[in-house]
């Protein structure tokens, strides 16, 4: 059982969801600090400028959880995403085919941030060919609060063999508290594979978004070239 552990992101780009297409299960870990102006209520789009920021406008109070944190939808952000889109994308070869599916997905009125990302993965995921089972952190009866004992404890209600970390993880975690649980630590190391998109060179690091709209059925296997993994 290789287990997974992310924070619930909007619009995730293709490394989030190389590690979500490898793993057995994907825990999104909703009950950390929300952080202000990183990547849990934005992300980025490609433009004839070049990248453009779509964001999420929420209500909060520090230090909120990201389970607590509120859309804010006083502000008209699901329309201007939605322009913002058919503007930069209205040319991309598999716009057509997606447009209804995103009006669908912006006309919800989820009021919950983690709601809106937990959405915007889920339908990102499906366009590229990924089943792995999906759960949030928040409905699980883990409390601990050290951060490498939280990861460690979330594996183990699991009963995972192998926890599956991000290359930064090297970073922060604390391999030896894995170890004693008897579960081994594989680092992710993820390469973006350049694909066509418009406006120019390729750009990297950008959500997913702009490969599904210009690569379409592609993207799977577009995603899965650019993977490899280290053992510790």
């Not at 952000?77 to 209804?100: C, I, M, P, T, V």
């Not at 170890?179 to 418009?198: M, R």
Request: charged share 25%; proline share 5%; with cysteine.
């Amino acid at each position: 059982m290789l287990v997974t552990i992310h924070q619930p992101q909007f619009m995730p780009w293709l490394g989030y969801f190389d590690k979500m297409d490898q793993a057995d299960l994907f825990v999104l870990l909703d009950t950390v600090q929300y952080k202000k102006n990183e990547w849990q209520n934005r992300n980025r789009l490609k433009s004839a400028q070049g990248p453009q920021w779509l964001t999420v406008p929420v209500r909060f109070h520090f230090p909120a959880r990201i389970d607590e944190v509120a859309v804010n939808d006083e502000a008209p952000w699901r329309h201007k995403h939605l322009q913002a889109l058919r503007s930069n994308y209205g040319k991309a070869r598999f716009w057509e085919s997606e447009e209804d599916s995103l009006a669908d997905l912006y006309g919800g009125r989820e009021g919950l941030l983690r709601d809106v990302n937990g959405l915007t993965i889920d339908w990102l995921g499906s366009r590229l060919g990924i089943d792995t089972e999906r759960r949030w952190a928040s409905d699980l009866p883990v409390t601990e609060e050290d951060p490498t004992q939280r990861l460690v404890e979330i594996c183990r209600h699991f009963g995972a063999s192998a926890y599956l970390s991000g290359a930064e993880g090297r970073n922060y975690l604390d391999i030896s508290s894995f170890t004693a649980a008897g579960i081994d630590v594989i680092f992710q190391e993820y390469v973006p594979t350049a694909y066509p998109q418009l406006f120019g060179d390729f750009e990297t690091h950008l959500s997913a978004l702009d490969i599904v709209l210009n690569c379409g059925p592609e993207s799977p296997g577009i995603l899965r070239a650019g993977r490899d993994t280290v053992m510790e």
